[in-house]
């Protein structure tokens, strides 16, 4: 597979709550960077490629709000490259 990120990834582990549509889910960030995001949730499926999502990232008892799209989606897993 070719690698299309813009910048490195570093590994994080970070609550983050995202909304789709009218619901909300729970998951954790496994790795980011300043563009983008591998999210692990229990709600496998909850997202598409193509879809648009917004974020909730928990850091020092703050929350940083983000839009994002999907780009990936496989199980459990997806990422997200932020808007």
Known sequence: MNEKRFAGRTVCKRDV??????R??????EN???YGASILTK?????EKG?????AISCDDEENIRDASIVWSEGDVFGAKFI
């Not at 709550?17 to 009218?22: N, S, Y």
């Open 51 to 55: 879809m648009t999502i917004r974020l």
């Open 17 to 22: 709550t995202f909304l789709v549509g009218e």
């Open 32 to 34: 980011m960077s300043n």
């Open 43 to 47: 709600a496998s499926g909850c997202v």
């Open 24 to 29: 909300t889910y729970n998951g954790a960030i």
